[in-house]
């Protein structure tokens, strides 16, 4: 069984900054993609960054945070990370991170089978 923690969410005026944290369990971390998602009150879970299981694939981002979010990960702490920067009302989300089914770094729900508890991230402006 795959578990996954967020830590880093809070509470920050616009322009501010956010690291948020997924820490997972398991011996094969490396081998998946992780990707952040998040979901705002009376909406659906949206995609924000993904990146693969290899160097192979791309990071990949969401339009509306391409050069404002950062996602990495250590192999060795089996940690994904989310660098957000220039923080905006419009981030304030519920933040998920997920683990993909493969390697490959998805970009909709169905292309993760495991999900953290979420953290929130509130931006005032």
């Known amino acids: 069984q795959v578990q996954l923690v967020e830590s880093g969410g809070g509470l920050v005026q616009a322009g501010g900054s956010l690291r948020l944290s997924c820490a997972a369990s398991?011996?094969?971390?490396?081998?998946?993609?992780m990707g952040w998602f998040r979901q705002a009150p009376g909406k659906e879970r949206e995609f924000v960054a993904a990146?693969?299981?290899?160097?192979?694939?791309?990071?990949t981002y969401a339009d509306t945070v391409k050069g404002r979010f950062t996602i990495s990960r250590d192999n060795a702490k089996n940690t994904v990370y989310l660098q957000m920067n220039s923080l905006k009302p419009e981030d304030t989300a519920v933040y998920y991170c997920?683990?993909?089914?493969?390697?490959?770094?998805?970009?909709?729900?169905?292309?993760?089978?495991?999900w953290g508890q979420g953290t929130q991230v509130t931006v005032s402006s």
């Open positions: 997920g683990r993909g089914r493969g390697i490959g770094a998805g970009t909709i729900v169905a292309s993760y089978d495991y």
């Open positions: 398991g011996r094969t971390f490396s081998n998946y993609a």
């Open positions: 990146i693969g299981g290899s160097t192979y694939y791309a990071d």
